[in-house]
């Protein structure tokens, strides 16, 4: 069992930068896939990013490429979303989630385990 709390969220103007940050408890937090997904009004939960157990490997969805960059802390048990030049599309809920599993690719909320309750991302144009 793992308990995620997210932190970070917040208002934004178009083309500034946010930083997300998951706090883990519970079980090993190095023994788990991470991910971000976000869900905005009316829409999907859809997937926004992943990183594996290590750190080493991470993947993206194409609409946050180049834009956003996730890590994690295994000494600190955190998963970060660093989002730069953010977009009123970017406008969510953001969620961390887990998997306990060494695979990282999956994107659908499926795959994931265990989740947080979300922050308000709100991005003004």
């Known amino acids: 069992q793992v308990q995620l709390v997210e932190s970070g969220g917040g208002l934004v103007q178009a083309g500034g930068s946010l930083r997300l940050s998951c706090a883990a408890s519970g079980s090993t937090f190095s023994g788990h896939a991470m991910g971000w997904f976000r869900q905005a009004p009316g829409k999907e939960r859809v997937f926004v990013a992943s990183?594996?157990?290590?750190?080493?490997?991470?993947y993206y969805a194409d609409s946050v490429k180049g834009r956003f960059t996730i890590s994690r802390d295994n000494a600190k048990n955190t998963v970060n979303l660093q989002m730069n030049s953010l977009k009123p599309e970017d406008t969510a809920v953001y969620y961390c989630a887990a998997r306990p599993s060494r695979l990282f690719h999956g994107t659908s909320p499926s795959d994931y385990a265990y989740w947080g309750q979300g922050t308000q991302v709100t991005v003004s144009s």
């Open positions: 990183i594996n157990r290590s750190g080493s490997a991470t």
